[in-house]
């Protein structure tokens, strides 16, 4: 028995079944890694499983990261946990690709649902390369061969001090990467710019810069190149940050909202 995959829309993400992450076999894991490549965000329901099987289900794919910003899970360095409550609301309320600050930024998410709202709370996927392919020639042209700036500190830096700022600056430089990046296993060149993280275009001016990232959010936000996951408990989905951007719905609050991910290394973006 296989899995099987029931696509979420005409252009991206499939909802799995067959798949039982408490025993994930070889075959289990090669059939889920080329549906990963071909649907780019699988959403598996209904797997009960433990933080540690979590973590292992991850290392499967790579080496996972440490997140040296976000909030962790006690004892679990590679889990990120994003719990939204009534005193604090937290979602990641703007598209971006995961920690695309990093030289070499993630590959892969595979985020579970811990506690989930009654309603709200979605996660929306866009397909950075459909999004690529529906800009206007002369945009694609002129962005083909820029590089885009992307620094920690737009959004992590925020809560630290002149002087941690500075001294994480050193660990986590501003990184460079192509506005349009090529995916290293399927070729596809995909949109690699996001408002939160980049900074500014390289080689164009302020003003050109901040109209250059805003038609290529725009591109992303289009409803035509998304699919939109909701949540249960025990919910996982796991989504290829090479080759899509995501948003958290933020509309449920005072509701409680806690997800956990773990992130897989990439490597750097060409
Ligand atoms: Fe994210």
Same mark, same amino acid.
């Given at each position: 028995?296989?899995?099987?995959? !029931?696509?979420?829309?005409?252009?991206?993400?499939?909802?799995?079944?067959?798949?039982?992450?408490?025993?994930?076999?070889? +075959?289990?894991?090669?059939?889920?890694?080329?549906?990963?490549?071909?649907? /780019?965000?699988?959403?598996?329901?209904?797997?009960?499983?433990?933080?540690?099987? #979590?973590?292992?289900?991850?290392?499967?794919?790579?080496?996972?990261? $440490? #997140?040296?910003?976000?909030?962790?899970?006690?004892?679990?360095?590679?889990?990120?946990?994003?719990?939204?409550?009534?005193?604090?609301?937290?979602? +990641?309320?703007?598209? !971006?690709?995961?920690?695309?600050?990093?030289?070499?930024?993630?590959?892969?998410?595979?985020?579970?649902?811990?506690?989930?709202?009654?309603?709200?709370?979605?996660?929306?996927?866009?397909?950075?390369?459909?999004?690529?392919?529906?800009?206007?020639?002369?945009?694609?042209?002129?962005?083909?061969?820029?590089? +885009?700036? !992307?620094?920690?500190?737009? $959004?992590?830096?925020?809560?630290?001090?002149?002087?941690?700022?500075?001294?994480?600056? /050193?660990?986590?430089?501003? +990184?460079? !990467?192509?506005? =349009?990046?090529? #995916?290293?296993?399927?070729?596809?060149?995909?949109?690699?710019?996001?408002?939160?993280? =980049?900074?500014? *275009?390289?080689?164009?001016?302020?003003?050109?810069?901040?109209?250059?990232?805003?038609?290529?959010?725009?591109? *992303?936000?289009?409803?035509?190149?998304?699919?939109?996951?909701?949540?249960?408990?025990?919910?996982? $989905?796991?989504?290829?940050?090479?080759?899509?951007?995501?948003?958290?719905?933020?509309?449920?609050?005072?509701?409680?909202?806690?997800?956990?991910? $773990?992130?897989?290394?990439?490597?750097?973006?060409?």
């Amino acid at each position: 028995m296989g899995i099987e995959c !029931h696509r979420l829309t005409g252009t991206l993400g499939a909802e799995v079944t067959g798949v039982d992450l408490a025993n994930p076999t070889d +075959a289990m894991i090669d059939d889920l890694k080329k549906a990963w490549l071909d649907h /780019k965000v699988l959403v598996i329901r209904d797997q009960h499983i433990t933080t540690e099987e #979590h973590i292992a289900f991850g290392r499967r794919f790579g080496e996972l990261e $440490v #997140h040296p910003f976000a909030t962790g899970k006690a004892g679990y360095p590679e889990i990120v946990k994003i719990k939204s409550t009534p005193e604090s609301l937290i979602a +990641a309320s703007n598209w !971006h690709s995961d920690v695309t600050w990093r030289q070499e930024p993630s590959m892969g998410s595979i985020l579970r649902g811990i506690v989930i709202p009654p309603v709200g709370g979605d996660t929306s996927f866009a397909c950075a390369g459909a999004a690529y392919r529906q800009l206007a020639a002369d945009v694609r042209e002129q962005i083909d061969d820029l590089h +885009a700036i !992307h620094d920690y500190s737009r $959004v992590f830096g925020r809560g630290l001090s002149v002087e941690e700022r500075a001294e994480k600056q /050193k660990e986590y430089p501003p +990184a460079r !990467h192509p506005v =349009v990046r090529t #995916h290293p296993e399927t070729g596809e060149r995909s949109i690699y710019t996001n408002r939160g993280f =980049v900074s500014h *275009i390289e080689g164009v001016d302020a003003e050109e810069s901040r109209r250059l990232i805003g038609i290529l959010e725009r591109a *992303i936000m289009s409803p035509s190149v998304q699919c939109r996951v909701q949540w249960e408990v025990d919910t996982f $989905v796991m989504w290829d940050n090479r080759a899509v951007q995501h948003q958290a719905s933020n509309d449920f609050w005072p509701e409680t909202r806690h997800v956990e991910r $773990v992130t897989i290394i990439g490597d750097k973006p060409f």
